[in-house]
């Protein structure tokens, strides 16, 4: 049974280019969201995607966008890069219940954006 | 900005001793969550409390929640060479999660 799986693992970049990232979640769960994680730092809530549609935005610009496919993988865009975007960026799957949607998160191991 | 905050930052322990991390948050949570994070890997689920519960156990690690004091407690019994990672805690509102800064704990062997 795979786990969550992101990829690439490693990228890097210069500033103003655009970027996706992508992300399959684990068998059998259908949220998907991302975390921007920098260096020391804790994750940071991007946004939340659920039945292909973003259902929570954390305090990110409009430069961060998703998508999510009718198979529950999703991807992270950002445009226009810079600088300050270099992190590790983290997606998480869970699965909802009609019991609630706060259930345990699976995440994958990352990609590491680097911005020259 | 962050809602959980650990403490301590930083933890160094020798094997076989416990660990103890503390978790404060700021707002009404649906629950709470520890993770942990080896350098360079994801985070892994380690324990979830609802905000109606008051402990939890699961193997080594017990958790605590006070949601008067909006306090959380992690910890690890016994400690291994293998326990070395980061831990965060993360609170749960709507279907946003926050997490910590994380505490860095290193057991040596």
């Known amino acids: 049974d795979a786990g969550v799986t992101q990829s690439p693992t490693h990228l890097i970049k210069t500033r103003g280019q655009q970027v996706t990232l992508r992300c399959s979640p684990k068998?059998?769960?259908?949220?998907v969201s991302w975390y921007q994680q920098a260096l020391g730092q804790g994750p940071q809530f991007i946004f939340q995607?659920?039945?292909?549609?973003?259902?929570q935005r954390g305090n990110f610009p409009d430069r961060f966008s998703g998508h999510q496919f009718p198979n529950y993988s999703s991807e992270l865009n950002v445009n226009a890069l810079l600088l300050g975007d270099s992190a590790l960026y983290l997606c998480?799957?869970?699965?909802?219940?009609?019991?609630?949607?706060?259930?345990?998160?699976?995440f994958g191991d990352g990609t590491r954006l680097s911005i020259l | 900005s962050q809602q959980g905050e650990e403490d301590p930052q930083a933890l160094s322990i020798q094997e076989g001793e416990n660990a103890t991390m503390n978790c404060s948050y700021k707002?009404?949570?649906?629950?709470l969550q520890w993770y942990r994070q080896n350098s360079g890997r994801g985070l892994v689920h380690l324990i979830l409390?609802?905000?109606?519960?008051r402990e939890k156990h699961s193997g080594r690690l017990r958790v605590t929640l006070d949601t008067s004091k909006k306090s959380s407690s992690l910890l690890i019994t016994a400690s291994r060479a293998a326990d070395t990672a980061s831990y965060f805690c993360?609170?749960?509102?709507?279907?946003?999660?926050?997490f910590g800064a994380g505490t860095r704990l290193f057991v040596k062997a």
């Open positions: 998480a799957s869970s699965s909802s219940t009609t019991a609630g949607f706060n259930q345990p998160q699976h």
């Open positions: 068998s059998g769960h259908d949220t």
């Open positions: 995607y659920y039945e292909e549609e973003e259902r």
């Open positions: 707002t009404s949570i649906n629950n």
């Open positions: 409390i609802r905000s109606n519960e």
């Open positions: 993360a609170t749960t509102g709507g279907f946003k999660t926050i």
